[in-house]
């Protein structure tokens, strides 16, 4: 166990700790990894000084777009010659199978957004005319008048990743925050805070100026709250739960901080009667997409009332199969779920569920005989109706709900009757069908017969599941100030 890494990256020096220690565990054993003693309050200060001061001074706001571009180009490639290390990192601390098709979504995904990021934002115009009536391009002193929008950077921004995807969720605050001229502090989960170090190596390695990207890892919450109450901070972006995401708006609200917030979800797979040959994938494609650990997932599963019962025998087949196991064992189809206490959540719902009238078709608990690692059995749930508490709050683990519709209605008010709107799927060979319940669901992405994570699409929530979009046009303007210029002349 290494206790040597520094806990941060401050205008643009490694600083070790002073703070509270952090013990990363490997959730594959339950042992501890790594050890570190984390920055305490002032340290973190001091990187949101580094940040102010670096973003007040311009040297990186005021560049060219094409210069920041070409720095952080540098950046992304220090991060690909470091791809295997990112990956070995995520194995170990995040307990990802190594060899599971979600690692593509953990390591060389994001690399390639990374970069489809920069060549994005370089195609959006920095000032665009507002699309005035010829009436309005007058006024009545015969001054012709030109409306703009200009668009500049917003300033500080604390962007706090997730412990699920720690690089990607990294990733997705940088890179939008950095091209658009911001100056950013990142904190990423003290639960996998390994992958991040090398985000300081990257920024060496690519001569981003001192100050403009900032690392924080610390052991307990309070650099957090200061992250997000802070008067030199202008902006949180933050993946994570509902329950923090709510305590991140009352500790930005009086200082009015631009908020992006990717919270919670309970997504809603609903197939039709002429899809049921693809339920039993989609569920083991939960199941196989980190444990469970996904908040985009399609955790509540729709499917006719009359055909549910040889539905779940066929699910039980085929999730009963799924090898779990170390994350690093080759023959390993799911690995852990990230700590004791998700192990404990999961129990807590499986049990919730069965006292509220569901049934345990497969799964339901912990297995024999892999060690002190923490893992949940991969778990079907037979559930009477969507009032269920295993149907209405995030899991978060490998936990899935078959609910049966009577009709298409019936399916898509279910479906809706969610506190979260994250994502949506709908399953149709007819997709006219499909389209037409699609258009009905009420979230923040919706796929029909497919899914799309594109650096291009955006992504986002409604109601619980969070405010403002990632990726995409919308995840670029998100981390900039609008101004209208209103210019006259004859």
């Known amino acids: 166990m290494s206790t040597d890494r520094f806990a941060g990256y401050i205008s643009g020096k490694k600083v070790a700790g002073r703070g509270a220690q952090i013990v990363v565990e490997d959730p594959s054993t339950g042992e501890a990894l790594e050890s570190m003693t984390g920055l305490d309050c002032d340290q973190i200060q001091s990187a949101i000084a580094a940040a102010r001061n670096a973003y007040d001074h311009g040297e990186w706001s005021r560049l060219a777009s094409t210069e ?22 995520i194995v170990r601390e995040a307990g990802c199978p190594r060899n599971s098709g979600v690692m593509m979504a953990q390591v060389k ?40 929008r200009r668009y500049t950077p917003i300033g500080v921004v604390a962007g706090i990743a997730a412990y699920n995807f720690p690089f990607y969720t990294a990733l997705w605050k940088i890179m939008p925050a950095l091209i658009t001229g911001n100056t ?13 170090t090398i985000l300081a190596d990257a920024a060496d ?15 307990g919450v309070e650099g957090g709250k200061l992250l997000s109450t802070d008067r030199d901070i202008d902006m949180v972006a933050f993946t994570g739960s509902t329950t923090v995401g709510q305590q991140i708006m009352v500790q930005a609200a009086p200082t009015m901080k631009r908020l992006q917030l990717e919270l919670g979800g309970k997504s809603a797979q ?11 994938r ?4 939960v199941m196989l997409a980190h444990a469970g650990q996904g908040c985009a997932l399609g955790t509540r599963i729709f499917v006719p009332e009359d055909s549910k019962p040889a539905l779940l025998e066929e699910i039980a087949v085929a999730v009963s199969a799924i090898n779990v196991g170390p994350a690093d064992n080759s023959a390993t189809q799911m690995g852990p779920v990230i700590s004791r206490a998700q192990v404990e959540r999961c ?16 799964g339901g608990k912990p297995p024999s005989g892999l060690g002190g690692g923490f893992y949940f059995e991969p778990t079907v749930l037979d559930l009477p109706d969507n009032r269920n508490p295993a149907a209405q709050d995030e899991i978060f683990g490998p936990v899935v709900a078959v609910i049966g519709y009577r009709d298409l209605d019936h399916a898509v008010a279910m479906a809706n009757d969610s506190p979260f709107g994250l994502s949506g799927y709908v399953h149709g060979k007819d997709r006219q069908s499909a389209l037409d319940v699609a258009l009905k669901i009420k979230s923040g992405t919706v796929n ?22 990632e990726r995409g046009i919308e995840g670029l303007r998100i981390y900039q100030q609008l101004s209208c210029l209103n210019i006259g002349g004859t």
């Open 282 to 285: 989609s569920v083991m494609g």
């Open 448 to 469: 029909v017969n497919a899914g799309l994570m594109s650096a291009y699409a955006s992504s986002g929530g409604q109601r619980l599941s969070g405010i403002g979009r």
């Open 270 to 280: 609903i197939f039709l009667p002429d899809a049921l040959d693809q339920v039993a």
């Open 347 to 362: 129990a807590y719902y499986v049990k919730a569920a069965v006292e509220n009238g569901g049934r345990v078709i497969t």
């Open 68 to 89: 920041r571009a070409a720095i952080l180009a540098n950046f992304v490639a220090a991060l690909s010659a470091h791809s295997d290390d990112i990956s070995n990192m």
């Open 205 to 219: 390695a690519s001569a981003l100026p001192p100050g403009v990207l900032n690392i924080v890892i610390e052991g």
């Open 109 to 148: 995904g994001p690399l390639r957004h990374a970069s489809e990021i920069i060549e994005l934002f370089l195609s959006l115009p920095e000032v665009e005319e507002n699309p005035l009536p010829l009436r309005e391009r007058t006024n009545p002193m015969g001054q012709v008048i030109q409306s703009l």
């Open 184 to 196: 950013l502090v990142l904190r990423p989960s003290p639960l996998t805070p390994l992958s991040a």
